[in-house]
């Protein structure tokens, strides 16, 4: 099977990046990240704290999280046979998914999931740790970056398109909030694999990036 990984901070265009190479090259998508904010919702449902190990780690035996891929390859996700796909794009669960990934039980418990899918299909998937922890033998793997300002100017616009109302100060403010959590963590920071190409699209559209990224693995693979 073939693995892209594709890690990198909050918002610099992972999950559109993506997906668009998974439909370009019939790859499924794979979004670890919406698995983390799974994790989060749970917590937040249970007005548990996220950052707090003890009131987040018993959760975890209740909590059962599915993905399944339509025939599109969108990704949906399941807590307990419920889908959740749209309620885990808010702030409130995004910072939640941010403090209870730096929880190692959370790690774990989520770790079979990824990798039992990389081993079936051919797929493209993002987060923060696949390329150094969860798939280290990925064909090829991108580390996507970009300034937190550019980053909280997409968010916002992202944001209004859904009809959500937040600032751009608030959203810049979690950005970098959530950058520190994901970055100083002890356990699969986000961190940049040694064989990883950086892009750092700060400066390139959203269509630039797709077409250079694609570029590149038509290169390597096809
Ligand atoms: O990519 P995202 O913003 O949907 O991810 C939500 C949070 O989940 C993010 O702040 C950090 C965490 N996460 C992680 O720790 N490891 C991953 N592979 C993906 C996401």
């Avoid at 922890?133 to 793997?141: G, H, S, T």
């Avoid at 390139?204 to 290169?219: G, H, S, Y």
């Amino acid at each position: 099977m073939i693995n892209i990984a594709i890690d990198g901070p909050s918002g610099a265009g992972k999950s559109s990046l993506a997906g668009f190479i998974a439909k370009e090259l019939s790859f499924v998508h794979v979004d670890t990240g919406a698995l983390y904010r799974a994790v989060g919702y749970y917590v937040v449902c249970n007005k548990a704290d996220p950052s707090d190990p003890e009131s987040v780690v018993p959760l975890l035996d209740s909590l059962k999280v599915d993905v399944e891929y339509d025939g599109t390859k969108k990704q949906h996700v399941f807590i307990n046979g419920k889908e959740v796909s749209e309620e885990l794009r808010t702030n409130d669960v995004s910072m939640a998914a941010s403090a209870a990934s730096a929880i190692p039980e959370v790690r774990e418990f989520l770790l079979d999931l990824q990798r039992n899918i990389a081993e079936k299909e051919n797929i493209i998937m993002d987060g923060r740790d696949v390329g150094t922890v969860i798939l280290p033998n990925a064909d090829i793997k991108f580390f996507l970056s970009a300034s937190p300002e550019k980053r909280a100017d997409r968010r916002v616009k992202e944001y209004e398109a859904k009809g959500i109302d937040i600032s751009y100060e608030k959203v810049l403010e979690d950005i970098i909030q959530r950058d520190k959590n994901d970055s100083t963590r002890k356990i699969s920071p986000l961190k940049q694999a040694e064989d990883a190409i950086p892009v750092d699209n700060s400066d390139m559209t959203e269509e630039e990036t797709k077409r250079f990224i694609l570029d590149i693995i038509k290169e390597k693979l096809l």
